[in-house]
């Protein structure tokens, strides 16, 4: 849950929408190595994170990927599409998409805790059916045995 939540405060607010797994490592973490462990974060909570189609290894935050390719990193702006058409090739590379706002990063966080407390509590409420089988196998086993013993 934890590594959730550093994930998307990270990656809400880094200046770049997607990279490889290694960069969010490092940034997240302070660590290249441990890129394996979130890329299985990333891959075990697709409801925030999604595998990038273009780039092998990239991932990025849904949340942010649903915005336009219009924040200009060199200038710290969004452009509009006639500025971004303006731009040189070379510009065109400096451009990511915007940022998430502090209070939508606030609502990311927010699902994310009820979500795993949904998780949690779905895992602990499987058990409601133990008492009911329990009770059904015994009975079952009284009926076969009186059946046995009967004759």
Wanted: with cysteine.
């Amino acid at each position: 849950m934890a590594d959730v939540i550093a994930a998307i405060q990270f990656m809400s607010t880094n200046e770049r929408s997607s990279l490889p797994c290694e960069d969010w490592a490092e940034g997240i973490s302070g660590n290249k190595a441990k890129s394996t462990h979130w890329q299985k974060v990333f891959d075990e909570h697709p409801e925030f994170f999604r595998r990038s189609p273009n780039y092998e290894g990239y991932y990025a935050l849904i949340w942010r990927r649903a915005s336009p390719r219009l924040f200009f990193r060199k200038e710290g702006r969004l452009l509009t599409q006639a500025e971004y058409n303006g731009l040189p090739d070379l510009d065109k590379t400096l451009v990511s998409r915007p940022p998430v706002p502090t209070q939508q990063i606030k609502t990311l966080i927010d699902l994310a805790v009820e979500l795993h407390a949904k998780a949690r509590e779905q895992h602990t409420d499987w058990r409601w059916w133990v008492p009911i089988v329990t009770s059904f196998l015994g009975s079952f086993i009284g009926v076969l045995s009186g059946l046995a013993f009967h004759k």
